[in-house]
C-alpha cells in the first residue's frame, strides 16, 4: 500500500516564475491538506481539499491555489514566486470521515528553490 | 503572533534515560494536541496526541502531560534511544473532528539520543 507521494523532490525557479506540486494521497484517503515548511520552522498551513474544493485556508496569499481531482489527487500551484516563497511543501491525506490530525499522514515534501 | 512555542531548538540526551521536550501555546480554544516526529527527508508522522479532557495519555515509551491552566504541555520519552533522533513537533488542533487539518505547528525540537 503506497502511502503519500508527491512530485517532483525537488524543483528550482526563477522569481516570477509559476509552478506546480502534485500530491496523489494514500489509498483510502479523501481529503489532501498543503502545508510549508520554511527552513527553521515549522509547517504552516496553506490550505485543505475534499471533494474536489477548497474547505479551509491558512493566511496565504491568492498566489497559492490548488486543485483536487475526482481520484482525490491534488496539485498546489504558485504564481508570480518571491524569494521567500522557497520552503518544504508538504501533502497530507487523511479520511474524511475521521478527520483530526492523528489521521494525516505526509508525504516526503518537495523542496523549492526561488532564484 | 505564535500561538505555539517549542523554546528549545535541540536537546541532547544519553541513551537510555529520560527526554523531556516542552510546549506553550497562547490560544485558550486549543482543545487537541499532536505530537509529530519528522526524519531527514520524510514527512511528519503522528506519534502520540491528547485530548483537552485529559492531562495524561501514554503510548509505550511516550507520554504526554498536558497542563491547561499553564497552556503547557510536554512529551516524555522514557527510555530514550538512539533511533528517537529527530525533530519533534507540538501541533494544537482548534476543533478536533471539527477543523479536520488545521494542525498549528511548533518550530519543533530536535531530539539527539547519544548512545
Known amino acids: 500500500d503506497a502511502g503519500v507521494t508527491q512530485s517532483p523532490t525537488h524543483l528550482i525557479k526563477t522569481r516570477g516564475q509559476q509552478v506546480t506540486l502534485r500530491c496523489s494521497p494514500k489509498s483510502g484517503h479523501d481529503t489532501v491538506s498543503w502545508y510549508q515548511q520554511a527552513l527553521g520552522q515549522g509547517p504552516q498551513f496553506i490550505f485543505q481539499?475534499?471533494?474536489?474544493?477548497?474547505?479551509q485556508r491558512g493566511n496565504f496569499p491568492d498566489r497559492f491555489s490548488g486543485h483536487q481531482f475526482p481520484n482525490y489527487s491534488s496539485e498546489l500551484n504558485v504564481n508570480a514566486l518571491l524569494l521567500g516563497d522557497s520552503a518544504l511543501y508538504l501533502c497530507?491525506?487523511?479520511?474524511?470521515?475521521?478527520?483530526?490530525?492523528?489521521?494525516?499522514?505526509f508525504g516526503p515534501g518537495t523542496r523549492l528553490t526561488v532564484l | 503572533d505564535q500561538q505555539v512555542k517549542q523554546n528549545s531548538p535541540s536537546l541532547s540526551v544519553q541513551e537510555g534515560r529520560i527526554s523531556i521536550l516542552n510546549c506553550d501555546y497562547t490560544n485558550s480554544m486549543f482543545d487537541y494536541f499532536l505530537w509529530y516526529k519528522k526524519y531527514p527527508a520524510e514527512g511528519p508522522t503522528f506519534l502520540i496526541s491528547i485530548s483537552s479532557i485529559k492531562d495524561k495519555n501514554e503510548d509505550g515509551r511516550f507520554t504526554v502531560f498536558l497542563n491547561k491552566s499553564a497552556k503547557h504541555l510536554s512529551l516524555h520519552i522514557v527510555p530514550s534511544q538512539p533511533g528517537d533522533s529527530a525533530v519533534y513537533f507540538c501541533?494544537?488542533?482548534?476543533?478536533?473532528?471539527?477543523?479536520?487539518?488545521?494542525?498549528?505547528f511548533g518550530k519543533g525540537t530536535k531530539l539527539s539520543v547519544k548512545p
Open positions: 497530507a491525506s487523511s479520511p474524511r470521515e475521521r478527520g483530526g490530525g492523528d489521521t494525516q499522514y
Open positions: 501541533a494544537p488542533a482548534d476543533n478536533y473532528g471539527g477543523s479536520q487539518g488545521n494542525l498549528i
Open positions: 481539499y475534499y471533494e474536489e474544493e477548497e474547505r
